[in-house]
């Protein structure tokens, strides 16, 4: 429960008494001033950020953050995020398409240029499955991990989704096609470093000091087949990956560490270890409800974060690290919304501890944290549900006498598509005669499509640290790396002092 909540008397107590609460006139006069007495005493920080910590909850949309919110905090509540003191939005298209991907999104967020839906690291000259265009350097595009490198800084990347999917891979490869993850998908004729490869073999990914998330069997493809999935590639040239960068680390005298569960993870001694490389999984990481939590199982999103971090910490010169929620949009895709909600909370606990952490070492004004998402869903909230009524629900009746969900999807798959004919009249299902709470169960859809698609509308983005105020309105989302590499001076602005950079014109307001 907030603090602020607490203050005015409110504790965890029934529904009616929750009600009496939010119904009554002392109590919202007096969070309304709570509020703008907090507001008021928002400053700006303009130190040089030494870290830059950025959030990404993939297919995490302003619909996603209301519901989860409602759904673990209740309707006054707050995610750890929506307390930040700034916050703005971002438009998220690509340079071709109105509604994006995670490959082009993720792209405009590390580099500062908007490309081609499905492509990575490479500007819009390079067209989907464009292999030639793909290999010119001139076409390549700089990321902010490779800005931070050169600067002096610890680099890392982490993901609940594989550490070759869209989202990581963008920071580290320069590719044509976001699924030519491993040797088995790269094209006939077309002589271009698979993704797994690139993030070994090539800058930055090869000197990134933390990667962790799943994707083993993009890197080892020819071990562990009892539980090789065929959603995606598996590498079949006989290397191991994760060997050859391990036998890399230990040729240049380095520290490393190679974790394959929790256990193994929370044992590393941070301040005797330089590099950490953790493949959980072969595929995706298991969603949060399913995860075995015990010290053999698979680490959670909040202690890969924090592990990181206090490893990161150890350079003098600061670090950048980019941390993925990735299962949020994996769930959405396959229309389970409870299960995409719970990765959403899973991704709030990584935040809320990093804050902790960052408070706890000092760190916290110098380091510019970020959360936002890379696209949107097509998540909608609708009906007139009471206050309490549960946001995974039944939230009203149609015309039509039959009951719907409050959360349902503009189109997805035949699990959310609730349509039958009857005498040739369209029969929706009755959602109160199932368990809209089951981890399975999809919310109703009105167009049946192959997957749920992304959504094309702006998505939230919330900051604190230094020049953390520079989110303010609605922004271009290649933005993103403009900002990160001016608040903490790398790249083109390594040499710049605050004054340097003045306007005499705004692109937010008059």
Same mark, same amino acid.
């Given at each position: 429960?907030?603090?602020?909540?607490?203050?005015?008397g409110l504790r965890?107590?029934?529904?009616?008494?929750?009600?009496?609460?939010?119904?009554?006139?002392?109590?919202?006069?007096e969070?309304?001033l =709570?509020?703008?007495?907090e507001s %008021?005493?928002?400053? @700006? !920080?303009?130190?040089?950020?030494k870290?830059?910590? +950025?959030?990404?909850?993939?297919?995490?949309?302003p619909?996603?953050?209301?519901a989860? /919110?409602i759904?673990?905090?209740g309707e006054t509540?707050?995610?750890?995020?929506?307390?930040?003191?700034h916050?703005?939005?971002?438009k998220?298209?690509?340079a071709?398409?109105?509604?994006p991907?995670?490959?082009?999104?993720?792209? *405009?967020l590390y580099?500062?240029?908007?490309?081609n839906?499905?492509t990575?690291? &490479?500007?819009?000259?390079?067209?989907?499955?464009d292999?030639?265009g793909a290999?010119?350097?001139?076409?390549? %595009?700089?990321?902010?991990?490779?800005h931070?490198?050169?600067?002096?800084k610890?680099?890392?990347i982490? $993901?609940?989704a594989?550490?070759?999917?869209?989202t990581?891979?963008a920071?580290?490869?320069?590719?044509?096609?976001?699924?030519?993850?491993?040797?088995?998908?790269?094209p006939?004729?077309?002589?271009?470093?698979d993704?797994?490869?690139?993030l070994?073999?090539?800058?930055?990914? =090869?000197?990134f000091?933390?990667?962790?998330?799943?994707?083993r069997?993009m890197?080892?493809?020819d071990?562990?087949?009892?539980?090789?999935?065929?959603s995606?590639?598996v590498?079949?040239?006989? /290397?191991?990956?994760?060997?050859e960068?391990a036998?890399?680390?230990?040729s240049?005298?380095?520290?490393y560490?190679l974790?394959n569960?929790?256990?193994?993870? +929370?044992n590393?001694?941070?301040s =005797?270890?330089?590099?950490?490389l953790?493949i959980?999984?072969?595929?995706? %990481?298991p969603n949060?409800?399913?995860?075995?939590k015990?010290?053999?199982?698979?680490p959670?999103?909040?202690e890969?974060?924090?592990?990181?971090?206090?490893?990161?910490?150890n350079?003098?010169n600061?670090?950048?690290l980019?941390?993925?929620?990735?299962?949020?949009?994996t769930?959405?895709?396959?229309?389970k $919304?409870?299960?995409?909600l719970?990765?959403?909370?899973?991704?709030?606990?990584?935040?809320?501890s990093?804050m902790?952490l +960052?408070?706890?070492?000092?760190?916290?004004d110098k380091?510019?944290?970020i959360v936002?998402?890379?696209?949107?869903?097509?998540?909608?909230?609708s009906g007139?549900?009471?206050?309490?009524n549960?946001?995974?629900?039944?939230?009203?009746k149609d *015309?039509?006498g &039959?009951? @719907?969900?409050?959360l349902?999807?503009?189109?997805?798959?035949k699990n959310?598509?609730?349509y =039958?004919?009857? !005498?040739?009249? &369209?029969?929706?299902?009755?959602?109160?005669?199932v368990?809209?709470?089951?981890?399975?169960?999809?919310?109703q859809?009105?167009v049946l499509?192959?997957? !749920?698609?992304?959504?094309?509308?702006?998505?939230?983005?919330?900051?604190?640290?230094?020049?953390?105020?520079l989110f303010h309105c609605?922004h271009e989302?290649?933005?993103?790396?403009t900002?990160?590499?001016y608040?903490?001076r790398?790249?083109?602005f390594?040499? @710049?002092?605050?004054?340097? +950079?003045t306007?005499?014109?705004?692109?937010?307001?008059?």
């Open positions: 429960m907030a603090e602020w909540a607490k203050t005015l965890k107590t029934p529904l009616f008494t929750l009600f009496y609460f939010i119904t009554d006139t002392k109590y919202w006069k969070s309304a =709570k509020d703008l007495y %008021l005493e928002v400053g @700006y !920080n303009t130190k040089i950020a870290n830059v910590i +950025l959030f990404i909850g993939d297919g995490m949309g619909n996603t953050i209301t989860t /919110r759904y673990s905090k509540g707050y995610l750890s995020w929506e307390r930040f003191p916050l703005g939005a971002i998220t298209y690509a071709n398409k109105q509604v991907d995670s490959a082009n999104t993720a792209t *405009a580099t500062g240029v908007k490309v839906k499905g990575l690291g &490479v500007d819009s000259a390079v067209q989907l499955e292999c030639q290999l010119l350097e001139k076409n390549h %595009l700089t990321t902010v991990a490779t931070a490198q050169e600067a002096g610890s680099t890392g982490i $993901t609940t594989r550490v070759t999917d869209a990581p891979a920071m580290y490869a320069h590719t044509a096609n976001r699924g030519w993850e491993c040797d088995s998908s790269i006939a004729g077309c002589d271009i470093k993704i797994a490869r690139q070994v073999e090539d800058l930055p990914g =090869k000197k000091n933390v990667i962790m998330g799943g994707g069997q890197m080892v493809g071990q562990h087949k009892d539980s090789i999935t065929s995606t590639c590498r079949t040239d006989g /290397r191991n990956l994760i060997g960068w036998e890399e680390k230990r240049q005298g380095v520290r560490a974790p569960n929790t256990r193994d993870l +929370l590393i001694d941070v =005797k270890t330089d590099y950490i953790g959980f999984n072969n595929y995706n %990481l949060e409800y399913e995860r075995d015990s010290e053999t199982g698979i959670s999103l909040e890969m974060a924090t592990t990181a971090i206090k490893l990161l910490m350079n003098e600061g670090f950048v980019m941390v993925e929620g990735g299962l949020i949009d769930n959405h895709h396959l229309g $919304t409870h299960a995409a719970e990765e959403a909370v899973a991704l709030n606990k990584a935040v809320n990093t902790r +960052l408070r706890d070492s000092g760190i916290e380091t510019l944290v936002t998402s890379d696209h949107s869903h097509t998540l909608t909230i007139y549900p009471d206050i309490g549960d946001i995974l629900g039944i939230a009203d *015309a039509d &039959v009951p @719907y969900t409050t349902g999807y503009a189109n997805s798959v959310n598509y609730h =039958k004919a009857v !005498n040739g009249t &369209v029969v929706r299902e009755d959602p109160s005669k368990d809209t709470r089951s981890w399975d169960y999809g919310p859809a009105a499509t192959g997957s !749920n698609t992304h959504g094309g509308n702006d998505v939230f983005i919330f900051a604190s640290g230094p020049f953390a105020h609605i989302q290649n933005y993103v790396a900002v990160m590499r608040a903490s790398i790249g083109e390594s040499s @710049y002092s605050a004054s340097q +950079l306007s005499s014109s705004s692109t937010c307001g008059y």
